[in-house]
């Protein structure tokens, strides 16, 4: 049985980090792309960054390019987002999603984990 | 950078037929998905490739894609079917989620 699971989620100051976690099994890690899709409260989904199966392809949106950082450990079948200079309008559950293939257009995110909450607040 | 519009709210009564739209510019050309995500609950996969349904969908959801606009159709719509839609594509190598639909089955 394919299952994502995040963990990772806290209360974080404005500028401050914070590193989420996804544990993944129930499939070959290494050769599926995964991303990470946020979503405020009370609004509607947001892709946040993807990587591909090898880790050597890596993609951010705008909102986020330059403070948060997609990474995988394939030995360790766990995907990862590092989230630094956080924002209040950071603030989200942040969902880690499997793709069916590689990375790219045509794909679709199949498996979704429970997510973990970010909350950004002084 | 690339949009999807989808109508925020959507009213059916139990067993009619529900019809959820997605507009970006030539999305027929691309291949649209769909989510539901009921309240509390993560988004699920109910629609990929246009118009295929996982396995463990109900055939009552399907969908089409043509022109600028995308096609959720959901047939003798029940209470469970209550939930928010939102259609996704690729522009370039970035995922885009349209913003959603409430769907409130009456």
């Known amino acids: 049985e394919v299952q994502v699971v995040e963990s990772g989620g806290a209360l974080v100051q404005p500028g401050g980090s914070v590193r989420l976690s996804c544990a993944a099994s129930?499939?070959?890690?290494?050769?599926?792309?995964m991303t990470w899709v946020r979503q405020a409260p009370g609004k509607g989904l947001e892709w946040v960054s993807g990587i591909s199966g090898s880790g050597v392809s890596i993609y951010h949106a705008d909102s986020v390019k330059g403070r948060f950082t997609i990474s995988r450990d394939n030995s360790k079948n766990t995907l990862y987002l590092q989230m630094n200079s956080l924002r209040a309008e950071d603030t989200a559950i942040y969902y880690c999603?499997?793709?069916?293939?590689?990375?790219?257009?045509?794909?679709?995110?199949?498996?979704w984990g429970q997510g973990t909450l970010v909350t950004v607040s002084s | 950078s690339y949009e999807l519009t989808q109508p925020p709210s959507v009213s059916v009564s139990p067993g009619q037929t529900a019809s959820i739209t997605c507009s970006g510019h030539?999305?027929?050309?691309?291949?649209a998905c769909w989510y539901q995500q009921r309240p509390g609950q993560s988004p699920v996969l109910i629609i990929y490739q246009d118009n295929k349904r996982p396995s463990g969908i109900p055939e009552r959801f399907s969908g089409s894609n043509s022109g600028n606009t995308a096609t959720l159709t959901i047939s003798g719509t029940q209470a469970m079917d209550e939930a928010d839609y939102y259609c996704q594509a690729w522009d370039s190598n970035t995922v885009i989620f349209g913003g959603g639909t409430k769907l409130t089955v009456l």
């Open positions: 129930g499939f070959t890690f290494s050769s599926y792309a």
């Open positions: 030539k999305l027929g050309d691309k291949y």
């Open positions: 999603a499997k793709l069916d293939r590689g990375y790219g257009s045509g794909a679709y995110l199949d498996y």
